[in-house]
């Protein structure tokens, strides 16, 4: 509760999504995330794709899963925009990194750098508005 407040608190842009947002959006790429991401595992694992193409994959799980305690338990925006910026970047290679082999699992990862895209410009205004 105390991290809400905290971010309720911050100036925010005008454009910016209203809270209840996050979590149907998250939740509907966490979806995506787990189908694809497992896919990839499971194909490193039977060595149907190189082990390095998995690389990405994994920067990208510890990046995102480091951004809620580096906002809202650390409460900061600097270190939470520094690492939004990793996670659309290991996804762009995650992207890359597939796309020779499965097509669809790179496909599927539009709605999340959409998302990751949208959220990164949010990141870094938040970030500035509140310096």
């Given amino acids: 509760m105390k991290a809400y407040n905290w ?3 911050l100036i ?9 947002v996050f979590g149907p959006a998250w939740t509907f790429l966490y979806i995506l995330i787990a189908i ?7 194909m490193a694992w039977r060595k149907e794709i190189p082990l390095i ?9 510890i990046f995102n899963f480091a951004f809620t305690p580096l906002q809202f338990g650390l409460q900061n925006n600097i270190l939470a925009a520094i690492d939004i ?12 990194a597939i796309s020779p082999y499965v097509r669809w699992i790179a496909f599927m990862q539009i709605p999340y750098l959409l998302w990751v895209s949208f959220a990164t410009i949010l990141q870094f205004t938040i970030t500035y508005l509140n310096r």
């Fill in 7 to 9: 971010y309720s608190q």
């Fill in 12 to 20: 925010k842009p005008s454009w910016a999504p209203p809270s209840w």
């Fill in 36 to 42: 694809s991401y497992g896919k990839v595992f499971l």
């Fill in 53 to 61: 193409v998995i690389l990405p994959f994994v920067l990208n799980l």
């Fill in 85 to 96: 910026f990793f996670i659309l970047g290991t996804l762009i290679w995650a992207i890359i």
